[in-house]
C-alpha cells in the first residue's frame, strides 16, 4: 500500500484528535498506512491503527448523547473505609506494593517504569489524567512533559502548588505509541486508581480529558454532556474538563477548561493566584 500523503495524513489525524475531545472514539477507523499514525505525545492521543471499532451512526454526533462501549465496563469496587489522615501515606504505598511489577496486562510489555501516582496523600484536590507518555515513563511520574508543565500552570492559577495536590492516570503503563488504553487494559487497571481515590478522599476530583471520564463515571459520552456541572463519585465532587495535552494543540479552548476549574475552585473556597496560562 502506498504511503498515504503527509498533507492527508495530518488532516486525518487532526480530524480523529476533534472526535476524540469530543469523545467520540467508537468510529469506523480505516487502514491508511501501513504504520501507525499518532498524535502528540502525553495523553488523550489518538492511535489509526486500521481497527474497526464499530460503524459511525448520526445518533452518536448529537451532542451529549450517551456512546456505548465497545465492551461492558468494570464495575466499579465498593467503596473502601476511610483511612485516617496520618495513614493515609502508608496506605497508598500497600497499594503500590500490591501492583507490584504488575504484568496483569499487555501494557507492560513496552513500559520503562511503572507510573504510580504524586503529589499529596491528602490532597482536597486529585487529578486523573489518562495514561503516561514518553516523559513520564522515563521519569516514572505522571505530567511531567509538556502537558504537564501546563497541568503545573493551570494548578498554580488555581492557588494552590502541586506538591498540595494528587495526580494518577487510569492506566499506570504507556501504551504503546502513546493510544489510547483499551477496555480490557483500563478495566485491569482502574481499580487500583479506585483505590487510590478511597485513600486520599479529595473533596474535588478533576477528570482530564474524555478517557479519564469514561472510566469514572462508566459512561462514554462526549465532553461536552459531561462538562459545566459536578458530578457524584465516591464520596468526592467530580468535573470534567479538558487534557492539557488537548489544550496544548488546541489553545483556545484554554477558557473553556479555566471556567470548568472555576468550579474546582468554588467548591474548595479557593481563589485564584495568577491568570490562566
Known amino acids: ?20 475531545e469530543l469523545g467520540l472514539t467508537d468510529f469506523y477507523r480505516r487502514l491508511v498506512d501501513s504504520k501507525t499514525v499518532t498524535a502528540s505525545p502525553e495523553s488523550d492521543s489518538v492511535d489509526v491503527a486500521g481497527h474497526a471499532e464499530g460503524q459511525a451512526t448520526e445518533q452518536n454526533f448529537q451532542e451529549g448523547t450517551p456512546i456505548p462501549p465497545r465492551k461492558p465496563m468494570q464495575a466499579p469496587p465498593p467503596v473502601a473505609p ?9 496506605a497508598l504505598q500497600l497499594i503500590r506494593e500490591d501492583l507490584g511489577d504488575c504484568t496483569r496486562c499487555a501494557l507492560h510489555k513496552g513500559r520503562n517504569q511503572i507510573v504510580f501516582a504524586d503529589g499529596d496523600p491528602n490532597a482536597r484536590l486529585l487529578f486523573v489524567g489518562e495514561g503516561p507518555g514518553a516523559d ?12 504537564g508543565q501546563l497541568l503545573n500552570n493551570m494548578i498554580a492559577a488555581m492557588g494552590l502548588k502541586r506538591e498540595e495536590v494528587y495526580i494518577a492516570n487510569v ?39 474524555a478517557t479519564a471520564a469514561t472510566y469514572l463515571l462508566g459512561q462514554r459520552q462526549p465532553l461536552a454532556g459531561l462538562r459545566g456541572r459536578i458530578h457524584s463519585f465516591r464520596g468526592s465532587k467530580l468535573i470534567v474538563t479538558y487534557h492539557p495535552a488537548f489544550l496544548l494543540r488546541d489553545p483556545r479552548q484554554k477558557k473553556e477548561a ?20
Open 171 to 209: 492506566v499506570k503503563c504507556r501504551p504503546p505509541q502513546n493510544r489510547t488504553p483499551e477496555p480490557d487494559e483500563a478495566n485491569t487497571c482502574s481499580p487500583f486508581l479506585f483505590r487510590q481515590i478511597d485513600v486520599v478522599r479529595p473533596e474535588v476530583i478533576v477528570a482530564l480529558g
Open 136 to 147: 513520564e515513563d522515563a521519569q516514572g511520574l505522571p505530567f511531567v512533559g509538556r502537558a
Open 82 to 90: 476511610e483511612v485516617s489522615p496520618t495513614n493515609r501515606a502508608a
Open 1 to 20: 500500500m502506498p504511503s498515504i500523503d503527509p498533507a492527508i495524513r495530518e488532516a486525518l489525524e487532526a480530524r480523529l484528535r476533534f472526535y476524540r
Open 258 to 277: 479555566w471556567a470548568d476549574l472555576q468550579i474546582a475552585m468554588r467548591e474548595l473556597g479557593l481563589k485564584a493566584r495568577n491568570s490562566q496560562d
